[in-house]
């Protein structure tokens, strides 16, 4: 929201994707982490992932990564954030989507820090905006 009066429309509809596509992203995470992670025998983890289950975990990853791009490029052009993580948001999260299913490995945890400083480079900055931001009272206000 803080970007909102530059990006306009296309900035709510990124939004409204990214948004969408984080729950998507977050709940197929969850599934494959929290649940399938722990079968025992690969024949129920085979036959949990036949019928309509892997492209409901490919569809959520690429709604997500195209979440990710648009909402990227709206942090990029509205100039409120800074360069180097809404180009991160933009690059680095939609191949996270997708390399994320690949076995544990350096890449896979060099991916997921990288996410995470991405994400933490963006918080301190919106933190920052938020405090300079001056919070003043509405003398004419009607209680409710």
């Known amino acids: 929201m803080r970007q909102r ?3 306009g429309r296309f900035g709510d509809v990124a939004r ?5 596509g984080l729950g998507l992203f977050g709940g197929a995470a969850f599934a494959s982490n929290l ?3 722990y079968f025992d025998d690969d024949d129920v983890v085979d036959e949990a992932l036949t019928g ?8 959520s990853a690429a709604v997500f990564a195209v979440g990710c791009v648009l909402f990227g490029a709206a942090m990029i052009r509205a100039r409120v954030f800074p360069r180097i993580p809404s180009w991160g948001y933009a690059v680095v999260l939609p191949l996270f989507a997708f390399l994320t299913a690949l076995p544990d490995s350096l890449l896979t945890s060099a991916l997921h820090v990288l996410v995470g400083v991405i994400l933490l480079w963006l918080s301190a900055a919106l933190w920052r905006t938020a405090r300079s931001v001056e919070h003043t009272a509405i003398p004419n206000r009607v209680p409710v």
């Open 5 to 7: 009066p530059a990006t």
């Open 16 to 20: 409204t994707v990214n948004l969408i």
């Open 35 to 37: 649940v399938l992670f």
């Open 52 to 59: 309509p289950t892997v492209p409901a975990l490919i569809g």
